[in-house]
């Protein structure tokens, strides 16, 4: 399958899917990627932090974003798929954005890299770290959004040569991927479709935990997240026992985190750097003012058997 399509790949200014200030367009034609093109906007939106370092005298320098949607919109309007980058925060961060701030728009079929990937290529992971670890021997950090897209896109058109379709649709229906849609009033994720009506499995569920709360642990009332494989316990007994004492374990990492533990890291998933992208979004929370501390397992058995 040799695609044409438009990959994007979007910054926002805090953790809300709806303030774009940085966005990434690559065209695709007859398979070829053509040169990134990058805007700037200012999304009028409350400013905490942008991964790839952007300021917020930087963005409040920008022209509104409703200003500059028009050229972007007539670029989308060149190609009948999009494809955005990684699972698709992109996408719900340009819907998002577009809804926020009450901009009319043409609807967009769009396609997550990640999806095509699960699809076509067969690794034991399809964590961004990992596929450019093991496919090109390198690591993109979060402060370079520009090769972040770059990697994504080429991924994508990686996993979509090995397809025997020639056109999307054809290839969604063989490859069991669900498209998305962006439009006025409607946001349609893109998935992978999966049969999950035979597979037994349980989820960490923090109601089904009884909890004997000890206020003068240091994990009380604490926001604790993990990383990595845990070598005393499992991670849902750890998360378990975070909340019997009266902590918080969330499985996601956020500017409320006060806890970052982390195990053993599967070099083939972190690379030769060894840093979870937990570890990565941390840190830049760190450098940014959030006072999250990041411990390993046995520092976190101390505190727990405090």
């Not at 930087?58 to 919109?73: D, K, L, M, N, Y």
């Not at 009033?185 to 349980?202: I, V």
Request: hydrophobic share 40%; with cysteine; charged share 25%.
């Amino acid at each position: 399958m040799t695609p044409s399509f438009i990959f994007f790949h979007a910054e926002n200014v805090n953790e809300a899917q709806n303030s774009i200030c940085h966005l990434i367009i690559i065209p695709v034609v007859d398979g070829q990627q053509q040169p990134p093109q990058e805007f700037f906007f200012n999304p009028e939106a409350p400013f905490l932090m942008v991964m790839s370092g952007i300021t917020r005298s930087q963005v409040e320098s920008f022209a509104p974003f409703s200003a500059q949607w028009p050229r972007v919109q007539e670029l989308f309007s060149k190609f009948d798929m999009a494809v955005s980058s990684a699972e698709g925060n992109s996408a719900r961060s340009l819907y998002g954005t577009l809804t926020r701030l009450g901009i009319d728009f043409k609807p967009i079929a769009y396609c997550n890299a990640k999806a095509i990937c699960r699809r076509t290529l067969n690794e034991v992971s399809y964590s961004f770290d990992y596929l450019n670890y093991k496919l090109y021997n390198d690591c993109i950090y979060t402060d370079d959004p520009v090769g972040i897209a770059k990697r994504w896109c080429e991924l994508a058109l990686r996993g979509l040569s090995e397809a025997n379709e020639t056109i999307f649709n054809d290839f969604f229906i063989s490859a069991k991927i669900k498209p998305g849609v962006i439009a006025p009033g409607e946001f349609t994720p893109s998935l992978c479709l999966r049969d999950y009506s035979n597979r037994k499995y349980q989820t960490f569920d923090s109601s089904s935990v009884a909890v004997d709360a000890r206020p003068d642990n240091p994990l009380f009332g604490m926001n604790v997240v993990f990383t990595g494989k845990m070598d005393s316990m499992k991670r849902d007994e750890a998360r378990a026992a975070v909340v019997k004492i009266g902590g918080n374990a969330p499985e996601r990492l956020t500017q409320e985190t006060d806890l970052l533990v982390v195990g053993v890291q599967d070099l083939r998933v972190v690379g030769e750097k060894g840093l979870s992208g937990k570890m990565k979004t941390a840190e830049k929370y760190r450098a940014a003012g959030r006072p999250i501390e990041i411990i390993d397992e046995a520092d976190f058995l101390e505190m727990l058997n405090a």
